[in-house]
T-cell receptor, first 115, second 112 residues
Framework: NAGVTQTPKFRVLKTGQSMTLLCAQD?????MYWYRQDPGMGLRLIHY???????AKGEVPDGYNVSRLKKQNFLLGLESAAPSQTSVYFC??????????????FGPGTRLLVL | GQQVMQIPQYQHVQEGEDFTTYCNSS?????IQWYKQRPGGHPVFLIQ?????EVKKQKRLTFQFGEAKKNSSLHITATQTTDVGTYFC????????????FGEGTQLTVNP
């Protein structure tokens, strides 16, 4: 099992360009998440999904869109990149179990630089 | 909204010294999780605590969940250079059990 994979690993964008980050998991997890991590600010939730075809906003959703067309994939889109979106992006997944918040498994991250 | 706070933000120790990081939630948590992120890496799950007053050990690491289920601590005995990294606590959001609220993390450096 590869676990959670992310592509690309690193990307440089110019302001105004668009891009899509891909997250894939092979653990049959229902829940998937996108976080951004900035120095001194921990992990902030951008969007998440509790199942195929469903998405919801997290703490910092502005400037991002997501889609979950297949259970194993969760895409994060930046329509018009801004320097403030320079960050490390982590995807995570988990399997829900009634009454207990399950462990989240993280991908290796995508480092994005917006010039 | 729910807040999870960690102190200290940074900790520098000499190898062999002990280390403790504290996690405090603004709300009662059903459980708490701890993650470790090595420099340049991604967060990796360490442990989950569920019961009030629960204490769990993993070799030199001791995790504790407070009686009121609003705070937790991670203590490392006799740190080693392999302990370097950022330690995060996380608790389920009270309005949505499918989401975790992460603390800002404690970054540990260990001088050999």
């Amino acid at each position: 099992n590869a676990g959670v994979t992310q592509t690309p690993k690193f990307r440089v964008l110019k302001t105004g360009q668009s891009m899509t980050l891909l997250c894939a998991q092979d653990m049959n997890h229902e829940y998937m998440y996108w976080y951004r991590q900035d120095p001194g600010m921990g992990l902030r939730l951008i969007h998440y999904s509790v199942g195929e075809g469903t998405t919801a906003k997290g703490e910092v959703p502005d400037g991002y869109n997501v889609s979950r067309l297949k259970k194993q994939n969760f895409l994060l889109g930046l329509e018009s990149a801004a320097p403030s979106q320079t960050s490390v992006y982590f995807c995570a997944s988990s399997y829900p179990r009634r009454g207990v918040q399950e462990t989240q498994y993280f991908g290796p991250g995508t480092r994005l630089l917006v010039l | 909204g729910q807040q999870v706070m960690q102190i200290p933000q940074y900790q520098h120790v000499q190898e062999g010294e002990d280390f403790t990081t504290y996690c405090n939630s603004s709300t009662t948590l059903s459980n708490i999780q701890w993650y470790k992120q090595r420099p340049g890496g991604h967060p990796v799950f360490l442990i989950q605590l569920v019961k009030s007053g629960e204490v769990k050990k993993q070799k030199r690491l001791t995790f504790q969940f407070g009686e009121a289920k609003k705070n937790s601590s991670l203590h490392i005995t006799a740190t080693q250079t392999t302990d370097v990294g950022t330690y995060f606590c996380a608790g389920p959001e009270e309005t949505s059990g499918s989401r975790l609220t992460f603390g800002e993390g404690t970054q540990l450096t260990v001088n050999p």
